[in-house]
């Protein structure tokens, strides 16, 4: 039975050392999260002054000044389709690399060591040596392929090309999570699509997929937040006399250019919050959407 | 399976991975080539004449390396310290206490973990700077003194251990702090293994704080220095894949031998996010 208005030794004693456990993470996140979001929601309504001094207060005319940018339009556009190609087809990829290790294969470790390769190397130095492959004149890329593009300076195919990098970064991380899913998948479900005589293609679609399809699931909303925030590579590829800087710049791009090169905090700040709401809008839809096609045990 | 589908198999393996080594195998033959034999067309050369190693003495000779080593494993070492250290307290007890606040505060964590980093930078930075720790150190750890998200996964951690355990060290006579000390820390050390080598793999890669915090070449990360290497020399492309390699190598290097931990570490962790 318990006393009211009485704590037992015991629930004084948790709640004093379950403070003390937390105290350090919980101010460090109050400082560092809690209130830099709401200062940084604050400073959107605000426009900083020449020469980066002062604080105008403006209402919403950030928010007016955004909807009516056309360069933070474009910049959306190239976010959403820099996310489009990445996401999907890094998913496929990394899903067939996966079902491919999970068999019994001669050198499973090696190859999953090699994709995973990217993983650990700088984005800064992966963007240079992408960058020199595509180097329209004495790159790799036009020196094997039939015919010459400017891979990175083509304003329509740039973001393409960015993609493929994202891919190829992002494939082996993707494959470990899925191999990690395909692992819980019971065997002998396999055993009797086999006895039914299904082929390989029909038990990856009726078999794997459905059944690891909250791991797909987790994956792609991770995925699209990240792609969403996609900023190194663009700025290590595509420098500011880039003809197709344009229609490759990302939001964050923009949040970076605004907020710490042109010391505009006040609209860099506006740009990161329409970042946040369109994440958030995208995760929620992902979120209604998972009914239809994820299935949890 | 059927042998042939074995071989498709493999070809589609091999193939695969001969596009993801190319990249690496480019920037190794690149560094070791001279401007003009990097741009040699016809014939078109792949292997350096010769094993030069020019591009790196030259490199070594511009950048101060060992001061951004130094720099980025400090940076990486107090990381993994902090993070470790105050998310395995706040897991802990998060899991295995109860206490008034609780439910709040790990409603917090998890509010923390779902909103993009790039919305704490601007208040960060005007911090950082307030304090006066641009390029210093401190500035470079600054928003890695604690982890939302490794408080989650030291909690889903304990969550996963056997409540017997606490409750005959209760019976020894253990104190909740002995009790996590002694019994129920030592028990998470795959998860702690694993949070680290995340936290250390994720600020090895960020570029965008050390180039805000850390402008100055002599004071910033690899990474960073990196960004600003290639706009001083943007066509010497022998001497900027030099200086990536240089960059890559040791976390290449340690990757190939502790791969097992690395891979395991990354997808225990990534897989909780």
Same mark, same amino acid.
């Given at each position: ?297 | ?11 589609? /393996?091999?193939?695969?991975? $001969?596009?993801? *080594? @190319? ?5 190794? +033959? ?5 401007? =003009? ?99 210093? /150190?401190?500035?470079?750890? $600054?928003?890695? *003194? @604690? ?5 989650? +996964? ?5 969550? =996963? ?113």
């Amino acid at each position: 039975m318990r006393n009211f208005g009485r704590i037992t030794a015991r629930e004084k004693s948790e709640f004093i050392w379950g403070w003390i456990f937390i105290l350090p993470t919980m101010t460090g996140l109050i400082i560092l999260n809690i209130i830099p979001m709401f200062q940084t929601i604050y400073q959107s309504f605000f426009k900083t002054g020449d020469f980066g001094k002062g604080n105008i207060f403006v209402g919403l005319a950030n928010y007016q000044k955004v909807f009516a940018d056309t360069e933070v339009w474009q910049a959306l556009w190239n976010t959403i389709k820099y996310a489009i190609v990445e996401v999907p087809i890094s998913i496929i990829i990394s899903l067939v690399l996966a079902v491919f290790l999970n068999e019994k294969i001669k050198g499973r470790s090696a190859f999953r060591t090699i994709f995973f390769l990217p993983m650990v190397a700088a984005p800064a130095a992966i963007a240079m040596v992408w960058r020199w492959l595509y180097n329209s004149e004495f790159g790799l890329l036009n020196q094997i392929l039939p015919g010459k593009a400017n891979w990175i300076s083509n304003p329509k195919i740039a973001i393409y090309s960015i993609a493929v990098i994202g891919i190829w970064s992002i494939v082996g991380y993707n494959m470990v999570l899925f191999l990690a899913g395909l692992q819980e998948v019971p065997k002998d479900y396999y055993e009797a699509a086999a006895i039914d005589g299904a082929t390989g293609i029909q038990k990856f679609f009726n078999i794997t997929v459905p059944l690891i399809s909250p791991t797909i699931f987790f994956v792609l909303v991770t995925r699209v937040i990240a792609a969403m925030q996609v900023f190194d590579v663009i700025y290590m590829i595509i420098d500011i006399t880039n003809p197709a800087l344009q229609k490759t710049q990302s939001l964050v791009c923009l949040f970076y250019k605004y907020s710490f090169q042109q010391n505009n905090k006040g609209y860099g700040a506006t740009v990161v919050v329409v970042l946040l709401v369109v994440i958030m809008i995208l995760t929620v839809f992902q979120m209604i959407g998972q009914k239809k096609w994820v299935h949890y045990n | 399976m059927k042998a042939s589908n074995k071989t498709i198999i493999y070809i589609i /393996l091999i193939i695969m991975s $001969f596009i993801m *080594l @190319v990249p690496f195998a480019w920037m190794i +033959l690149t560094a070791f080539k001279t401007v =003009g034999g990097s741009t040699q067309m016809d014939p078109f050369v792949i292997f350096p004449s010769k094993w030069r190693s020019d591009n790196f003495v030259e490199v070594a000779h511009n950048v101060d390396f060992v001061r951004l080593y130094f720099n980025t494993i400090a940076m990486i070492a107090l990381r993994v310290l902090c993070a470790v250290v105050t998310a395995t307290t706040a897991g802990y007890a998060f899991a295995r206490l109860n206490f008034k606040g609780k439910n709040l505060m790990f409603g917090l964590v998890l509010f923390q973990m779902m909103i993009p980093t790039q919305i704490f930078i601007i208040p960060q930075y005007i911090m950082v700077s307030n304090l006066g720790w641009t390029n210093t /150190l401190m500035g470079l750890l $600054f928003p890695g *003194l @604690v982890s939302a998200f490794g408080t989650f +996964l030291l909690r889903q951690a304990f969550m =996963g251990l056997p409540k017997e355990l606490e409750e005959a060290a209760r019976l020894d006579g253990c104190n909740i702090g002995q009790t996590f000390l002694y019994i129920m820390a030592p028990l998470t050390k795959s998860s702690m293994v694993a949070l680290g080598i995340f936290t250390a793999v994720f600020a090895y890669k960020d570029l965008m704080w050390p180039m805000i915090v850390c402008p100055d070449t002599n004071h910033t990360t690899l990474a960073s220095a990196l960004a600003k290497m290639q706009g001083q020399f943007t066509t010497n492309y022998p001497e900027l894949m030099a200086a990536a390699l240089i960059a890559c190598l040791p976390m290449i290097v340690i990757y190939v031998l502790f791969q097992k931990q690395f891979i395991e570490g990354i997808a225990t962790s990534g897989g909780k996010l």
